[in-house]
């Protein structure tokens, strides 16, 4: 009986092992760099995943997909010609352009602050929004910068979207810390 308790219990300390040994490795995957030269910018992302530059939405620049189990896109866009926010500060920019500002959609925001990106000041809002059958967590970041490889104040904007499960600030924060403008 002693045997049969200590097997079992060498086997789930096993099975925690397995699953400490990938939290460890959570966002330890390999990253490539993709480069825009039309849009003067570049930036790393998991090697795993793919990029797209095609069937886009108005603005939207690439949109890199990680693998289906992960259900995780990141968005890139750059926003050029938008006079309307001449002399409004980041924050204002974001609040003016944010997606939990339209009553029509189903948005909770939990999280909003200052950050960087590509060591530009930039700002954030993490939220989720409800659809038809699941919720997705987005954090989304925007920042003002004056790119001089295309000669233009860009409005830069990083959204990444995933199911609350599959959330990995690691990544996303990487990818952020990679962004690099003037790079033609």
Same mark, same amino acid.
């Given at each position: 009986m002693i045997e049969l308790l200590l097997v079992t219990f060498l086997t789930l300390v096993s099975g925690f092992e397995d699953e400490f040994?990938?939290?460890?490795?959570?966002?330890?995957?390999?990253?490539?760099?993709?480069?825009?030269?039309?849009?003067g910018f570049s930036t790393e992302y998991p090697s795993d995943w793919t990029l797209r530059e095609y069937?886009?939405?108005?603005?939207?620049?690439?949109?890199?997909e990680g693998p289906d189990t992960q259900k995780i896109h990141i968005v890139i866009r750059s926003l050029?010609?938008?006079e309307r926010f001449?002399?409004?500060?980041?924050h204002e920019i974001h609040t003016?352009?944010?997606?939990?500002?339209?009553?029509?959609?189903?948005?909770?925001?939990?999280?909003?602050?200052?950050t960087t990106m590509g060591g530009f000041p930039a700002h954030y809002?993490?939220?989720?929004?409800?659809?038809?059958?699941?919720?997705?967590k987005i954090m989304e970041v925007l920042a003002v910068i004056d790119n001089p490889a295309i =000669? !233009? @104040?860009?409005?830069?904007? /990083?959204?990444?979207?995933?199911?609350?499960?599959?959330? =990995? !600030? @690691?990544?996303?924060?990487? /990818?952020?810390?990679s962004f690099k403008v003037g790079v033609n």
């Open positions: 040994d990938a939290a460890a490795n959570l966002g330890q995957e390999d990253f490539e760099t993709y480069t825009n030269e039309d849009y069937d886009l939405i108005p603005n939207q620049v690439v949109v890199f050029a010609g938008f001449e002399g409004m500060n980041i003016a352009t944010d997606y939990k500002a339209n009553p029509d959609n189903d948005r909770r925001i939990i999280e909003s602050g200052n809002s993490i939220y989720y929004i409800s659809g038809l059958f699941k919720q997705v =000669n !233009a @104040t860009d409005m830069y904007s /990083i959204n990444y979207l995933a199911d609350p499960g599959y959330f =990995n !600030a @690691t990544q996303i924060n990487k /990818i952020l810390e």
